[in-house]
């Protein structure tokens, strides 16, 4: 359903984008990152209209997440990074409206990639 690609190693301030395709239309696209022992936690998310986007805090003024709807894709434009943001990457989607108050919870997207690893080092 979703394919994942971009992560890699870089240097800490360095930049990054996440790219990710669906196979088919979905209304609520997002990502969401796990780092070594730690739990999955919400990175940021787009509505259909791309006119509704979420961060996370701790992404917030650094991270870009967009979409292509003619492609079915989200990117997810990393800069400023910082070795707190290495986990691994995935996205995540749904086919309906995810509420606001849902936006950040992984149990709310039905669809998920297998994942891309990002690794900043300092």
């Known amino acids: 359903q979703l394919q994942a690609s971009g992560g890699g190693l870089v240097q800490a301030g360095g930049s990054l984008r996440l790219s990710c395709a669906a196979s088919?239309?979905?209304?609520?696209m997002g990502w969401f990152r796990q780092a070594p022992g730690k739990e999955r936690e919400f990175v940021a998310a787009?509505?259909?209209?791309?006119?509704?986007?979420y961060y996370a805090d701790s992404v917030k003024g650094r991270f870009t997440i967009s979409r292509d709807n003619a492609k079915n894709t989200v990117d997810l434009h990393m800069n400023s990074l910082k070795p707190e943001d290495t986990a691994v990457y995935y996205c995540?989607?749904?086919?309906?409206?995810?509420?606001?108050?849902?936006?950040?919870?992984?149990?709310?997207?039905?669809?998920w990639g297998q994942g891309t690893l990002v690794t900043v080092s300092s």
């Open positions: 995540a989607a749904d086919p309906n409206s995810v509420i606001v108050t849902a936006i950040s919870d992984f149990n709310s997207y039905d669809y």
């Open positions: 088919r239309r979905t209304f609520t």
């Open positions: 787009i509505r259909w209209s791309g006119g509704n986007r």
